[in-house]
T-cell receptor, first 111, second 113 residues
Framework: GENVEQHPSTLSVQEGDSAVIKCTYSDSASNYFPWYKQELGKGPQLIIDIRSNVGEKKDQRIAVTLNKTAKHFSLHITETQPEDSAVYFCAASSAASKLTFGTGTRLQVTL | NAGVTQTPKFQVLKTGQSMTLQCAQDMNHEYMSWYRQDPGMGLRLIHYSVGAGITDQGEVPNGYNVSRSTTEDFPLRLLSAAPSQTSVYFC????????????FGQGTRLTVV
């Protein structure tokens, strides 16, 4: 089955700096790669996703890049703000349904 | 639009007790799933269902049962709770036909003592 590795496990950045979280996956059949943000006491919420027919996708301060040859994808957050502090999860699947998650990255944005 | 609703939010069980975690969605999604979240381990799939009457095992199914009698509901049953089942449980739903994202409930924090 699919195996997703995520790094780093914790990340501390100063407000205004950029943050990058990286994930690798093992199953070459995977073609859907979402990123979820989880705030304390809440369920994960999708912030951006990418499918294997594109290499990059942006949504305001958030971008995701995908390298299918190397089987890795990354989340980029620019101009970080305190409200970006949360746990971020990457995931992979061959559809939007059966997701395999990474172990999560706790992002702390300091003033 | 309520989305995915989980009840209860918190629960404490004694070892050996049984209970059912409820999950309901109002988006007419075909696919529903249960995950458990443990520190440092991300979310792991317990069971999933692609439609009413159809269920299948995920990565960590032992100790859990599910059923799907309607499109809306997907309860998770613990028949004999064990301390190893202390975790936060999340239910999610997705539309396979519409290829939507997975929507998650708010979670149930379960402690087995």
């Amino acid at each position: 089955g699919e195996n997703v590795e995520q790094h780093p496990s914790t990340l501390s950045v100063q407000e205004g700096d950029s943050a990058v979280i990286k994930c690798t996956y093992s199953d070459s059949a995977s073609n859907y790669f979402p990123w979820y943000k989880q705030e304390l006491g809440k369920g994960p919420q999708l912030i951006i996703d990418i499918r294997s027919n594109v290499g990059e996708k942006k949504d305001q301060r958030i971008a995701v890049t995908l390298n299918k040859t190397a089987k890795h994808f990354s989340l980029h957050i620019t101009e970080t703000q305190p409200e970006d502090s949360a746990v971020y999860f990457c995931a992979a699947s061959s559809a939007a349904s059966k997701l395999t998650f990474g172990t999560g990255t706790r992002l702390q944005v300091t003033l | 639009n309520a989305g995915v609703t989980q009840t209860p939010k918190f629960q404490v069980l004694k070892t050996g007790q049984s209970m059912t975690l409820q999950c309901a969605q109002d988006m007419n999604h075909e696919y529903m799933s249960w995950y458990r979240q443990d520190p440092g381990m991300g979310l792991r799939l317990i069971h999933y269902s692609v439609g009413a009457g159809i269920t299948d095992q995920g990565e960590v199914p032992n100790g859990y049962n599910v059923s799907r009698s309607t499109t809306e509901d997907f309860p998770l049953r613990l028949l004999s709770a064990a301390p190893s089942q202390t975790s936060v449980y999340f239910c999610a739903s997705t539309s396979i036909l519409m290829n939507t994202e997975a929507f998650f409930g708010q979670g149930t924090r379960l402690t087995v003592v």
